[in-house]
C-alpha cells in the first residue's frame, strides 16, 4: 500500500524557514516522482517542486524559484521541502505525492507539476505565513 505523509508545517513570520518532510512507503522511490504542492483557501492545487530520482532532476514553480529547495533522503525515505524566505502569499496546505516516472516520460517535462497525473496523495501539513 502507497503511504505518504507530511509533517513540518507550522507558523511562520514573513522571511523565516520550514522545512517540510515527506515519509513515503509502498513504492521503491527510483521508480516515482515525488511532488510538493499546495492549496490556499479559494484557491486551486498548485505544483510547487518535484523531484525525479530516475536521474535526480528537479523542478520548481517560478514563484518559489530561489527560495524552495527540494530533495531527498532515500536511506530514510523521505522526500523534503526547505522552505526559506518565506512570505504570506507562501500559506497553504501542502501536500506530497507520487507518481511513476513512466507517465512523465510519455506526457513530457511540462506535467511534472500538473496535480493531474499524480496518484497518491498525503493528508496535507498546514503552512502559515504571517506578515
Known amino acids: 500500500e502507497v503511504q505518504l505523509v507530511e509533517s513540518g508545517g507550522g507558523l511562520v513570520q514573513a522571511g523565516g524557514s520550514l522545512r517540510l518532510s515527506c515519509g513515503f512507503s509502498g513504492f521503491s522511490f527510483d521508480e516515482y516522482v515525488i511532488g510538493w504542492f499546495r492549496q490556499a483557501p479559494g484557491k486551486e492545487r498548485e505544483g510547487v517542486s518535484c523531484?525525479?530520482?530516475?536521474?535526480?532532476?528537479?523542478y520548481y514553480a517560478d514563484s518559489v524559484k530561489g527560495r524552495f529547495t527540494i530533495s531527498s533522503d532515500n536511506a530514510k525515505n523521505t522526500v523534503y521541502l526547505q522552505m526559506n524566505s518565506l512570505e504570506p502569499e507562501d500559506t497553504a496546505v501542502y501536500y506530497c505525492a507520487a507518481h511513476r516516472i513512466s507517465t512523465f516520460r510519455f506526457l513530457g517535462r511540462g506535467y511534472y507539476l500538473a496535480p493531474g497525473p499524480y496518484d497518491y496523495w498525503g493528508q496535507g501539513t498546514q503552512v502559515t505565513v504571517s506578515s
Open positions: 523531484i525525479d530520482s530516475s536521474d535526480g532532476s528537479t
